[in-house]
């Protein structure tokens, strides 16, 4: 698990994770219970805090996985509260 001030790497490394399987879920290879909803909620849990991410589906289908990874890094660096 890491905090906001966990190297670079460690933090890119699972947004990089995270993009992924949230494009999977777009993708409808991974079931997830609210698919059918216009956005999902993801937590993100780290030693010194709880994100919470509301995100459109449509910005997700939209978005490659290269930008999810740099959205999902302003949240775990501390960047958007």
Known sequence: MSNSNSPFEKLHAEANKMAK?????????IVVAGRDKPEITIGIM???????????????GKSTEKQIRDF?????QGEKK
């Open 21 to 29: 399987h949230m494009k999977a879920m777009y993708r409808r290879e």
């Open 46 to 60: 780290q030693d010194d805090k709880f994100i919470k991410m509301t995100v459109a589906w449509e910005c997700i």
């Open 72 to 76: 999902v890094l302003q949240y775990t």
